[in-house]
């Protein structure tokens, strides 16, 4: 037992390792770079307030995922994140050896705590090579999120999976009953666990796989399929000679690789996609694998902002333990809900026009919010298909301004050219429609955001959102989402109830979803929003009751402890 702060960690009651490549706990802990690390987050979060016996690993990136500055074209720079990892993680005494190829690579582990409402804690765990008898390249390892070539990704991984494993017994959690694959880049450690299954036989027996794979839990979250990371079978071979015998990788090979996506599948007792629609993709996708879903959600009290706080803390006491009390929001008065709203809108405005005083919002302006990884296929800019409409809607009925913001991956040059399509749109548009592109997205600008824009627009290509969550976040703020019907919306729209579609549930084209986008912002949006305000908060007040009470990660982890952990 350790102590922190008062409260202890028992060690011997975690039952459950949380393993996540990325994990968005706090804008100044620069170890995320989108979704995936914020819903880790988010999950630590609720089962910290739930009282769930979790403890997480991930990788300490000394250098983050990077700094993003954009020049007045939208050309973006990337440079190393500077911060200072002693000011808020505690260096744990332990250290562990992962051979990699004939080198050991030491590992150590730093320790953040996590609070629930009701004080208890949920250490997060996070590997450092940074360590002096390591060369200088192992010393590297865990710098940078998503750097680097796939030599160091494998070595990575290596160190997430197997390292891990390790660093977790030498801390003294020596009661894991269940590993929770958060993504596959956590997968090399099914090796480690057959690795001790086998202890000193000649071989593995079938036993001894269906050991392991009851011990394992795996949540798939893109439906994209190279976004799943897979390594020639030699250079595993080599690198894990050490851990695991050739023979073994080979019985664990796909396609002639090594895919950590295939292997997680194929030793994981429960699979999950991360919404409905995402889970039918998946079976479609791996055939012969049994795949749940569990729609994603997102932390309520961490999403929403002050002023909604305020509110449900009056109105709905016992929301922020129990976030499918926001149901209740029906009940809630209009006033309070608009003048709620208006402040958060207001807190956004101040804070842009400060960054970009040429921007000159004004806060009374119908304004759009966009913020996401600028990657292709979230089409970032579709709402610029047709200029010359989106001026007509603008001055026929009512002004529009856009916030937009979003990283591209430093080696995405499609990526980086949307935000400079973006710059030179704002320039077309000067005078007309106030257009903004906020620098360096991350959790604190995210939070101003998702609580002060008026509309949340999302122009995901179907199918490729596997869930989404921004928009979740919106709704806790009573923000009605405009959306294509992909990911988690084709669960939480109601047309006119929660927002909007665009585009049909068939495939639609570029053409086709630009052509509806216009027609609702023209015909039910725009127009709603200037001149029926009764409905627009009724809108807005049906997004809290109907979607934040469920697109929520307190609902996502009651569904993981009964139907994934403990079953
Ligand atoms: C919520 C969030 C995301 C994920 O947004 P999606 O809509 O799911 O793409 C990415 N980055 C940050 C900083 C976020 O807060």
Redesign the pocket.
């Known amino acids: 037992m350790e102590r922190f702060a008062g409260r202890t960690i028992k060690k011997d009651k975690r039952n459950i390792a949380y393993f996540s490549m990325e994990i968005?706990l706090d804008s100044k802990i620069p170890t995320?770079?989108?979704?995936l690390?914020?819903?880790a987050g988010d999950t630590i979060r609720s089962c910290a307030d739930l009282h769930i016996p979790v403890v997480a690993t991930t990788l300490l990136y000394r250098k983050g995922y990077f700094t993003q500055k954009l020049d007045s074209h939208g050309n973006q720079t990337e440079s190393d994140v500077k911060w200072k990892p002693e000011l808020f993680l505690k260096k744990t005494d332990k250290k562990v050896i992962v051979e990699i190829e004939d080198r050991k690579v030491a590992v150590t582990a730093w320790q953040y705590n996590v609070t629930g409402v009701a004080g208890y804690k949920i250490p997060v765990i996070f590997l450092d090579t940074n360590l002096k008898e390591n060369n200088p390249y192992d010393r590297n390892i865990t710098n940078w999120l998503y750097g680097g070539d796939w030599k160091y990704r494998l070595c990575q991984e290596i160190i997430l999976g197997i390292g891990g494993v390790r660093i977790l017994e030498a801390l003294g959690y020596n009661k894991i009953k269940k590993y929770h694959m958060n993504e596959g880049h956590s997968s090399l450690l099914i090796f480690e666990l057959l690795r001790r299954q086998k202890g000193r036989k000649k071989k593995l027996t079938r036993k001894d796989y269906d050991a392991v794979r009851s011990k394992c839990l795996f949540t798939t979250h893109t439906p994209v399929p190279s976004g799943h990371d897979h390594f020639p079978l030699d250079v595993v071979k080599n690198s894990l000679k050490n851990i695991i015998s050739p023979e073994e990788i080979d019985a664990m090979s796909y396609q002639g690789n090594l895919d950590l996506t295939h292997l997680a599948m194929d030793n994981s007792q429960y699979i999950n996609g991360v919404a409905k629609k995402h889970g039918e993709i998946s079976r479609k996708m791996f055939p012969g694998h049994l795949i749940d879903s569990i729609t994603n959600g997102?932390h309520s009290v961490v999403?929403t902002s002050k002023y909604f706080r305020e509110i449900y803390d009056k109105y709905i006491p016992g929301w922020q333990k129990d976030s499918f009390s926001l149901r209740y929001a029906l009940g809630i008065p209009d006033y309070e809900i608009w003048n709620a709203h208006k402040k958060a809108k207001k807190d956004l405005i101040d804070y842009v026009n400060k960054e970009h005083p040429s921007a000159d919002l004004k806060s009374h302006i119908f304004t759009i919010g966009f913020?996401?990884?600028s990657a292709t296929y979230?089409r970032g800019t579709l709402l610029f298909s047709d200029i010359n409409r989106l001026l007509e809607i603008a001055q026929k009925k009512g002004e529009i301004q856009i916030i937009y913001a979003?990283k591209a991956h430093p080696n995405d040059s499609q990526g980086k050219e949307i935000i400079k399509f973006i710059f030179s749109k704002m320039k077309e548009l000067k005078g007309k429609i106030s257009v903004v592109y906020l620098e360096n997205?991350?959790?604190e600008?995210?939070?101003k955001i998702?609580s002060g824009v008026d509309l949340w627009l999302?122009t995901p290509q179907k199918p490729l959102?596997a869930?989404?969550?921004?928009?979740m976040?919106a709704c806790h703020n009573g923000i009605p989402n405009l959306s294509i019907l992909d990911?988690w919306w084709i669960e939480g729209h109601i047309e006119n109830k929660t927002g909007w579609s665009i585009g049909t549930k068939a495939e639609n084209s570029n053409e086709e979803d630009a052509r509806d986008l216009y027609y609702k912002l023209d015909e039910k949006i725009v127009p709603k929003y200037y001149n029926n305000r009764e409905q627009w908060i009724n809108i807005m007040k049906h997004s809290i009751a109907y979607n934040a009470s469920f697109f929520n990660t307190h609902r996502m982890m009651h569904q993981y402890v009964l139907n994934a952990y403990f079953r």
Do not use: F, H, Q
Request: cysteine-free; aromatic content about 10%; hydrophobic content about 30%.
């Open positions: 968005g995320y770079s989108g979704g690390g914020i819903l997102i999403w913020a996401r990884r979230k979003g997205y991350g959790i600008i995210a939070k998702v999302n959102e869930s989404g969550t921004s928009g976040k990911g």
